[in-house]
């Protein structure tokens, strides 16, 4: 979409003459190109992380407005500095700046691009420029491009210097900025001088305090030349006149210094979620001697921007080709049933080619006859079956945990990448995504998991919480016995259910039920695997269960002392969540309950002579519950370990209880029975 951005002076030949507050913001900049300092040269590591393979010394932006040829302009001009301290800091050479482009005629020109390397070679400065043939551009997208260059010559202790300008003609498309960065800034600043015909929203991200944010008023000059080619009534050419003009601006601007470098933790969506960053959406236009136009979108206009799209709404009114499909269905009387047997229908007939996308790739009529598709041509397709079968059903757009999550403040198609269906059943509503195979009916996969879509439904769009039902749970259930040599065997059983046995069904698809099962006997640690099988693998309504027997290997000595870890059957447990503060939610995307139980049969002659105590502790706002417990009967020793996280985020003040609940697990689950021979 572009908006159209006519001045009050349509058919005047302007030039602008930029003085007043876009000139004054080039001014006292904190960085110029080139002006590297014998300080930045001759540093060897950044004293606040030595960790860091590079620093960002400066990273200054500013956007301005100009008026050339009639027509308001939005600029961007960035200079960077980014300082090389070691071999995995190379990559900072390789920068990218992405532009927008609607038409080959009508696109962002990315101009000035200027990068240098310094080096201090034998106590000389050396600067090696960037040649223009290293500069190149690459599609991103339908209509986004990078403009790609490497800097030369870049050797730890480097310091590269780069600058250029973008120039727009779509004023709604304001450059965002990002402070924060994978490695340390150490000063970021971005400025803003905009006119007083338009009014941008911003909206602030992240956990990074800003040292300034100020805004004053301003004023951009710019030179109307009138004239020039006319003639007077008398027959001869009246020589231009030149009119000035000025414009109120509003000036911002916003630093933030000494950013620690930002990494991606456990459980976490994005990072890109977290960062510390502005972003802009234009909001009003207002030019003298015309009514105001908003332009910010609502969200009942991009519900009918979706439906009047032809790979979208449009898609979901072409249902010919499965009518004699969705009329097989009639004698079905159970709704339930009915989106049952629609969406296994779909699953079956077409397979997901792995790609997301909001919109269908093409036609949903081609995806049906080519038995193969995109999420959207997949989803949008059941949405469109379980309406021709009488059912109440629509697109539910969200974007997926690692595209970030939907800013509920700013409609715009381009914030989403996937799509599922909604439908409406009287035992409640269900979310369906038919792109897995082994997806049971009402449970999306953990990518879709991330906060709320948005029901694109006309006159009802809404948002649409997107948590699971219900949790994912693992149950692991063994009888073992102990020889007086320590050695151990017994019958194990495994079940899962959710997503947990979601992963498991696929993984054996991928490899083939006999291949899975063989890389698990030959799969050897402290036990030897044997004869396993699986229940009700295809079955995926219910619990995936797996059953084998084990044994363990020994030396053939008879032992006077045992030690048995009580959850052997378990993979060695850390904790993850090892910082001492995060500044980040926890999200672990659904519920979950891991229960184990494990009889142990002692050995004839031997006694237990120390166990580990119980425990049962909870987290706060019953956010999850450990139990531990384990107990003798005669000859026999139960273990019972019960995990329980009953919400899928916790949020950075619940860290600490978190942290201190997992070491809590990690250290009771590593306490030994020690099994003593009677005397």
């Known amino acids: 979409m572009r908006i159209s951005t006519p001045l009050p002076l349509r058919g005047l030949f302007l030039a602008l003459c930029l003085l007043g507050s876009a000139m004054a913001q080039a001014q006292d900049a904190p960085v110029k190109y080139g002006k590297v300092t014998d300080e930045e040269l001759k540093m060897k590591s950044y004293a606040k992380d030595t960790s860091a393979a590079a620093v960002v010394l400066v990273d200054y932006g500013r956007s301005f407005f100009t008026v050339v040829n009639d027509k308001m302009k939005v600029n961007f001009e960035r200079v960077l500095r980014i300082k090389v301290l070691k ?29 240098t ?9 050396v600067k090696v420029k960037m040649e223009n043939s290293a500069i190149f551009d690459e599609k991103e997208s339908e209509h986004w491009y990078n403009k790609k260059f490497t800097l ?13 300008l973008v120039s727009s003609d779509f004023i709604f498309n304001f450059r965002d900025w990002t402070f924060q960065s994978s490695i340390p800034v150490m000063h970021s600043e971005y400025r803003a001088s ?47 006149e030149s009119v000035s003009n000025t ?23 994005t990072i890109q979620d977290y960062i510390s960053k502005i ?53 079905v009387k159970d709704t339930l049933e009915k989106v049952n047997t629609i969406y296994d229908f779909v699953k079956k007939n077409v397979k997901w080619n792995n790609k997301g996308g909001a919109l269908a790739t093409s036609t949903l009529r081609k995806a049906f006859d080519t038995k193969s598709g995109s999420a959207a041509d997949i989803n949008l397709m059941l949405v469109a079956m379980l309406r021709d079968a009488g059912l109440e059903a629509d697109p539910v757009v969200l974007s997926t945990r690692d595209h970030g999550r939907v800013p509920t403040h700013a409609p715009m198609i381009n914030k989403f990448n996937y799509v599922v269906a909604f439908v409406k059943t009287p035992k409640g509503d269900l979310l369906l995504d038919a792109t897995d195979p082994f997806m049971p009916i009402g449970q999306l996969p953990k990518h879709c998991l991330n906060g709320q879509g948005w029901l694109v439904a006309k006159n009802k769009g809404s948002w ?3 948590v699971p039902q219900t949790k994912s749970t693992e149950l692991l259930n063994a009888e073992l016995s102990i020889l007086p040599t320590g050695v151990m065997s017994g019958k194990v059983q495994e079940s899962k259910t959710g997503m947990w046995a979601v992963n498991v069904r696929n993984s054996v698809k991928e490899d083939g039920e006999t291949k899975y099962l063989e890389k698990l006997v030959n799969a050897q640690n402290e036990f030897e695997r044997k004869k396993p099988v699986f229940k009700d693998l295809a079955q995926i309504q219910k619990p995936i269960s797996l059953e084998y027997e084990i044994s363990s290997a020994g030396d053939g000595q008879l032992k006077d002392i045992i030690y048995v870890n009580p959850m052997l059957l378990k993979d060695k447990q850390e904790n993850p969540f090892k910082h001492t503060e995060r500044k980040y939610p926890v999200d672990f995307g659904h519920g979950s ?40 009967n005669g000859n026999k020793v139960q273990v019972m370990s019960k995990v329980t996280i009953s919400k899928p985020i916790f949020y950075a003040q619940e860290y600490e209880s978190l942290k201190q609940f997992y070491s809590q697990i990690v250290a009771k689950h590593a306490e030994q029975i020690v099994l003593k021979k009677k005397i």
């Open 87 to 115: 071999k995995s800091g190379y990559d900072w050479a390789n920068v990218t700046v992405p532009y927008y482009q609607q038409t080959s005629n009508s696109k962002e020109l990315v101009m000035n691009v200027k990068a």
């Open 464 to 466: 649409i919480p997107l």
């Open 247 to 269: 414009i109120k601006t509003q000036n911002h601007r916003w630093v933030m210094k000494d950013l620690p470098a930002i990494a991606s933790e456990s459980f976490i969506t």
């Open 152 to 164: 030369p010559a870049v050797k730890e202790g480097s310091v590269l210097d780069i600058s250029y």
């Open 117 to 125: 390397t310094y080096n201090l070679e034998n106590g000389q400065v």
């Open 279 to 331: 972003e802009f959406e234009l909001e009003w236009i207002r030019y003298p001697g015309s009514a105001p136009e908003r332009v910010a979108g609502n969200w009942n206009k991009l519900t009918d921007e979706f439906l009047e799209l032809d790979r979208f709404g449009v898609q979901l009114n072409r249902t010919g080709y499965f009518k004699a499909e969705v009329a097989a269905l009639q004698s």
């Open 194 to 240: 905009i006119p007083e015909y338009y009014e941008y929203k911003n909206y602030m991200q992240g956990y990074e305090p800003l040292l300034v944010n100020e805004t004053v008023p301003g004023s951009m000059n710019y030179t109307v030349r009138v004239g020039g080619l006319a003639e007077s009534r008398a027959g001869a050419r009246t020589p231009s």
């Open 593 to 632: 309950e891991e229960v184990y139980i494990c009889n142990f049969t002692i050995p004839e002659g031997y006694m237990v002579e120390e166990m580990p105590k119980g425990v049962m502790m909870s987290l706060p706002d019953n956010g999850g519950k450990f139990t531990y417990m384990l107990q003798q």
